[in-house]
C-alpha cells in the first residue's frame, strides 16, 4: 500500500510561479510541499545550466538564473519541501494527490493546493514536419541551455512571440549558425500589446538586450513570414518561407528556398491543464 504524507500547502511546479507561491506561504507560517517533474526547480524558464557550461555574457540571458537563485533564497528551507523527478499522476477524494517518484508511488494529502503546472508550446503542422531536425523552440532551448547540444549548425526559427528572441540568443552565445528569425505577425499588429508593455520596463530592457545580441550576430528578423514547408532525404536540408497575410495565410508566390538543417517552431502556449481538468470531472 503507498505510503501517505501530509502538507499543508501542496505546490503542482517549481517553475517562478511555483516557487514564487511556496516563498509567500512559507513566510506567512506554512508548512509547504512543491513537486516538479525535472530534476532541480526552476522549470523551463529558469532551468539550471549544465555543470560546466558556460554562461552566455548577455544580461538578459543570465537573469533567469538569477532569478532562480533569489526565489530558492527566500524559501524558508524548514518550512518548504522541495521533490524533484516527482510527477503528480492523480488527484483523489480527501484532498488527496498520487505521486511518483524513484519508481514509487505515494500519497499526499493537503489542506490548500496551488497548481502551477505551466505551459505546452504550440507547434504548427506543414508538410515535413515530421523530419528529424523539426523541433519545438522549447526543445532546441532545452537542448542548448540544460544538454550542451546544437540542434543543428544553421537553425531557422519561426513562430510568433516572443520566445523567439531568447531561443534564439541561446543558439548564437553556443556558437550555432542562425539562419534566421520569422515572426508572423507584423509589428501594425501590436499597437494594443504595446500600449500594455509601456508598463513594464523591465521586459522592455530584456527584448532590447535580445535585439541587440541578435543585430551584433547578423541574424536577420522578417516579420509576417513563416514556414511552409520542410524538405530532406531522412532529415531537414532546407526551408519553404513564405510571406503570410494579416490571417497568417500563405501568399501564393511569395515562397522561397533556405538551406537549413533544423528548424525550430513555436506559436505561443497553451497552459497545461491536465490536473485541474481531472479534479473538475472528479469533483463537481
Known amino acids: 500500500m503507498a505510503s501517505t504524507s501530509r502538507t499543508e500547502v501542496a505546490i503542482v511546479g517549481a517553475g517562478p510561479a511555483g516557487l514564487a507561491a511556496a516563498a509567500e506561504a512559507s513566510r506567512a507560517g506554512a508548512h509547504v510541499t512543491v513537486m516538479d517533474e525535472y530534476a532541480a526547480p526552476g522549470g523551463q524558464f529558469m532551468r539550471a545550466r549544465r555543470a560546466g557550461q558556460q554562461t552566455p ?18 524559501l524558508d528551507a524548514t518550512r518548504v519541501d522541495i521533490l524533484t523527478g516527482c510527477s503528480v499522476w492523480g488527484a483523489f477524494a480527501g484532498r488527496q494527490l498520487g505521486l511518483w517518484s524513484a519508481g514509487a508511488a505515494s500519497m499526499l494529502q493537503y489542506e490548500r493546493l496551488i497548481v502551477a503546472a505551466g505551459a505546452y508550446e504550440r507547434p504548427i503542422a506543414f508538410p515535413g514536419w515530421t523530419l528529424p531536425g523539426v523541433y519545438t523552440l522549447g526543445g532546441v532551448q532545452t537542448l542548448v541551455k540544460a544538454n550542451g547540444v546544437l540542434p543543428g549548425a544553421r537553425v531557422l526559427l519561426a513562430g510568433s512571440g516572443p520566445f523567439l528572441l531568447p531561443v534564439a540568443q ?6 550555432a549558425g542562425v539562419a534566421g ?6 509589428p501594425a499588429q501590436w499597437r494594443r500589446q504595446a500600449l500594455l508593455a509601456l508598463g513594464h520596463s523591465e521586459r522592455i530592457a530584456e527584448a532590447v538586450q535580445y535585439w541587440r545580441a541578435l543585430r551584433r550576430g547578423g541574424v536577420t528578423v522578417r516579420f509576417g513570414c ?6 530532406g532525404d531522412g532529415r531537414v536540408e532546407e526551408a519553404v518561407i513564405t510571406h503570410f497575410d494579416d490571417q497568417w495565410r500563405p501568399v501564393a508566390g511569395s515562397e522561397r528556398t533556405l538551406q537549413v538543417d533544423a528548424v525550430a517552431i513555436g506559436y505561443g502556449f497553451v497552459p497545461a491543464t491536465e490536473l485541474t481538468r ?4 472528479l469533483f463537481r
Open 278 to 281: 481531472l479534479m473538475a470531472i
Open 226 to 231: 513563416g514556414v511552409a514547408a520542410v524538405r
Open 57 to 74: 555574457p548577455e544580461a538578459a540571458s543570465q537573469k533567469p538564473g538569477r532569478m532562480r537563485e533569489r526565489l530558492l533564497r527566500e
Open 181 to 186: 528569425v520569422l515572426e508572423a505577425s507584423r
Open 170 to 175: 541561446e543558439l548564437l552565445a553556443a556558437r
